[in-house]
């Protein structure tokens, strides 16, 4: 069985390019397990962004569009005041890991895009726990076929063990030594495997994995 580890923040702009690629990554690799921790790119951060730090940003953005095709929206950086703290959108990504664990990697998967479309495509404000539970809950849902609530999950969320939990994907991640993302690690005869530092496609996933996998 392939088992994957997959390292990254919802408010990555280069973990947003990545999506689409890990996606068939996943469809090509049908029996492979993923497990994501959220890596705290901006966690905690207090400070509002001044332009000269929108603007680096935004030119970020524009290198993730050219490479993967997606839309961005710059109406969720645009509002005044804003705070780019990633900690809300990690720990909404771990509240849906308590709730639906047993979800398969494609629709844990497709929770964790939600909550990037909202922010890049749609400019929503996922710094919001409501923002974050009415996303989760609706990707929660599709998935699954239903059963989840926006009032449990925020109750879930805002939760101290949630935080803490939140907290221990970060310290892991800095464990590792994970100082950029996205990563995609395979685990194989007990060891840890890079197969992809940052944005790659999905043929040079698979050429990694058959690598490390036959070596």
Same mark, same amino acid.
Request: charged share 20%; hydrophobic share 45%.
């Given at each position: 069985?392939?088992?994957?580890?997959?390292?990254?923040?919802?408010?990555?702009?280069?973990?947003?390019?990545?999506?689409?690629?890990?996606?068939?990554?996943?469809?090509?690799?049908?029996?492979?397990?993923?497990?994501?921790?959220?890596?705290?790119?901006?966690?905690?951060? @207090?400070?509002?962004?001044?332009?000269?730090? /929108? #603007?680096?940003?935004?030119? +970020?953005?524009?290198? !993730?569009?050219?490479?993967? =095709?997606?839309?961005?929206?710059?109406?969720?950086?645009?509002?005044?005041?804003?705070?780019? %703290?990633?900690?809300?959108?990690?720990?909404?990504?771990?509240?849906?890991?308590?709730?639906?664990?047993?979800?398969?990697?494609?629709? /844990?998967?497709?929770?964790?895009?939600?909550?990037? +479309? #909202?922010?890049?495509?749609?400019?929503?404000?996922?710094?919001?726990?409501?923002? *974050?539970?009415?996303?989760? !809950? @609706?990707?929660?849902?599709?998935?699954?076929? =239903?059963?989840? %609530?926006?009032?449990?999950?925020?109750? @879930?969320?805002?939760?101290?063990?949630?935080?803490?939990? @939140?907290? #221990?994907?970060?310290?892991?991640?800095?464990?590792?030594?994970?100082? =950029?993302?996205?990563?995609?690690?395979? !685990? +194989?005869?007990?060891?840890? +495997?890079?197969?992809?530092? =940052?944005?790659? /496609?999905? #043929?040079? *996933?698979?050429?990694? *994995?058959?690598? !490390?996998?036959?070596?």
């Amino acid at each position: 069985m392939t088992q994957l580890i997959y390292i990254a923040d919802p408010m990555c702009s280069w973990c947003y390019g990545f999506g689409p690629e890990l996606e068939a990554l996943l469809a090509a690799v049908p029996e492979a397990q993923m497990d994501i921790i959220v890596g705290g790119l901006r966690a905690y951060t @207090t400070e509002a962004m001044d332009d000269a730090q /929108k #603007a680096t940003i935004l030119g +970020h953005w524009q290198h !993730v569009a050219a490479a993967s =095709g997606l839309p961005f929206s710059r109406a969720g950086m645009a509002q005044a005041g804003f705070i780019y %703290d990633t900690e809300p959108a990690c720990r909404a990504v771990v509240t849906s890991r308590i709730l639906a664990d047993d979800l398969p990697p494609r629709a /844990k998967l497709a929770v964790f895009r939600a909550i990037q +479309h #909202a922010f890049y495509a749609e400019g929503r404000d996922v710094t919001r726990t409501d923002v *974050l539970s009415e996303v989760c !809950v @609706t990707a929660l849902n599709l998935a699954s076929g =239903g059963g989840y %609530d926006i009032e449990s999950f925020q109750e @879930t969320m805002t939760a101290y063990p949630t935080s803490v939990e @939140t907290r #221990a994907d970060f310290e892991q991640t800095q464990r590792w030594g994970i100082r =950029g993302f996205p990563a995609l690690l395979l !685990v +194989h005869e007990g060891a840890l +495997h890079m197969i992809a530092s =940052g944005y790659a /496609k999905t #043929a040079d *996933l698979l050429e990694s *994995l058959r690598q !490390v996998q036959q070596s």
